[in-house]
Structure formats: C-alpha cells, structure tokens
C-alpha cells in the first residue's frame, strides 16, 4: 500500500500505513469502568464510552492494514515504587493508588482494573506499553519501539483526550512524530475538555498535530487497499 490520503483538520495528511502506528491509550477497566481509578477521582466513567466503538473502528482498520498497534496502559508497580508521591498524594480521591478496590488495588499493574477493556483486548503480537506517566514516552521504550518500526506518524486514540493522549501527543510531536487524534475515538470526563482539547491540537495550523476521526482512517485505509 502507497501513501494514503487522511481527511483531517487543519488539513489533509499523506501517510504510508508501513511507517504509521496505531497508539490506543489507556482503554482499561481502571478508567472505562465502576470501582476503578476514574471512578475514585469523583468521574462518571460512563462518558468514556463513547471512545469504545471509533476505537474498536480504528483497531479492525489498523489490523487489516497491517499497521503496528500499540496499546499503553497507565499504571504502577505493586510497591509503588515508581509513583512519584505526589501522584499518590494529590487531590482528595475516595481512594488512592495502590489502594484495595473491587477491581484490585487501584491502578497497579496485574491488578483486574489495570487490564484493558475486553471490547478493545490487544490481539497476540501487539505491543502493550506499560507507562508509569501521563505521556506514553516517558520512562517507556516506545521511542525504540517506533525507531525500530521505521514509524514516522503516529494515529492516537483512547482516554482521556486532554490528559494522556494530549501528553502522548505533545511528547509525540516534540520527538519529530506526525501525530493525529482520531477525535470520536478520544473522550473525556469532561465534554468540555475533550471538545478544546481537540482544538488545541489543530489550532495555529496544526500546531502540534493533525484531528480526524475513526470512519475517515478506516475509510481511508479501505480505499487504498481496494485501488
Ligand atoms: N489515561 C489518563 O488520561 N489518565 C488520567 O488520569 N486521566 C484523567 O483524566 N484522570
């Protein structure tokens, strides 16, 4: 497959799928579902549903198009040694990390809340990223993994749109990478937020990334396949 023609905002963008990864951030229990992390912050987790669905979209496009997929997951280890304190600390939650939940301990890693929603399981040979942060770059090995995939554009999803896919993406575009937020395939806690969130991004003539949505990426992929 050749460059395919992306529908974006503030303008078109040209990709080769070979040099493309799909990065779906953050679609686990611990934010998607009742009982987990989201839920202790005072969220409904409700409204993240709606990236469900486009994420689901993009994954099915990205999978037949041969596209590598990453899949990230916010998390700590159990003794919580790489939570810096004033991650711990902060804010008033119900409970804090590392704190008994019915899905687990909250945001820690093996722990029920921590895996990814069963809708959205990474299939086998995808890339699961473990990151401790907001941004899927810090403290991971997602820059060797892009380096070694020759990945020059990244197609970021998932949750939530002005927390860990803002940070991926800033991070993203700092490191040279042409990032896209698949728009329909973000959400937030916070409508509001998501709605700006996206703005930001594509404001100033992209000033550090592109805005499509699911129907425009798979559309685009099937098009290019089928020519
Ligand atoms: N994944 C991610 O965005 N982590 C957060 O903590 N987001 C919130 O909006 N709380």
Redesign the pocket.
């Known amino acids: 497959m050749s460059e395919v023609q992306l529908p974006a905002e503030p303008a078109p963008l040209g990709f080769d799928p070979a040099r493309t990864a799909v990065v779906i ?2 679609m686990q229990r611990d ?1 998607l579902e009742p009982g987990g ?2 839920e202790t ?1 005072g ?1 409904d987790v409700s409204l993240l549903q709606a990236a469900v669905v486009p994420c689901q979209t993009v994954l099915a496009a990205a999978r037949a198009a041969g596209m590598l997929v990453i899949h990230t997951r ?1 998390g700590h280890r159990a003794d919580l040694s790489d939570a810096p304190p004033a991650k711990i600390a902060r804010g008033a939650p119900s409970k804090r990390i590392g704190d008994p939940g019915p899905m687990g301990r909250i945001l820690i890693r093996g722990e029920p809340g921590h895996d990814i929603v069963a809708s959205l399981y990474p299939a086998p040979g995808e890339v699961v990223l473990d990151k401790p942060g ?1 941004g899927a770059f810090h403290q991971t090995d997602l820059a060797q993994i892009l380096q070694n995939g020759g990945i020059d554009t990244l197609m970021v999803c998932g ?2 749109t ?4 803002h940070t991926t993406i800033r991070e993203g575009n700092d490191r040279g990478y042409r990032c896209v937020a698949i728009g329909d395939a973000c959400a ?2 916070f409508p509001e937020f998501h709605r700006v969130g996206l703005e930001m991004i594509k404001a100033q003539g992209g000033i550090f990334g592109w805005v499509s949505d699911s129907a425009c990426l798979a559309g685009a992929l099937a098009a290019a396949k089928a020519a």
């Open positions: 951030i953050d934010f992390f989201g912050l969220n916010e907001k949750v939530t002005e927390v860990c896919v937030s806690y």
